[in-house]
């Protein structure tokens, strides 16, 4: 990546570790508040999925609400 610009239709980064973006009113419902000890946060990216910060990872706990898939 050159100069610091993602390739095109590149994902938004998932949010920082310990934090969500808004949920948007159609987000299916958030599957628990934790997992493994980290908070259920929303990201926006990969179309909108449920997931945590685990050891500087981000894990999805969701599918893809449009498209139901991965």
């Keep these: 990546m ?17 934090q969500g973006e808004p949920v948007p009113a159609w987000a299916p419902p958030k599957p628990a508040e934790f997992w493994i000890g980290e908070p259920v946060v929303w990201t926006s990216a990969w179309g909108g999925r449920w997931g945590v910060w685990k050891n500087g990872g981000f894990l999805i ?3 893809n609400p449009v498209t139901g898939g991965g």
Excluded: H, W, Y
Excluded at 2 to 18: R, S
């Design 2 to 18: 050159a100069g610091g610009v993602a390739p095109a239709g590149a994902q938004p980064p998932p949010p920082a570790p310990g």
């Design 61 to 63: 706990l969701s599918s």
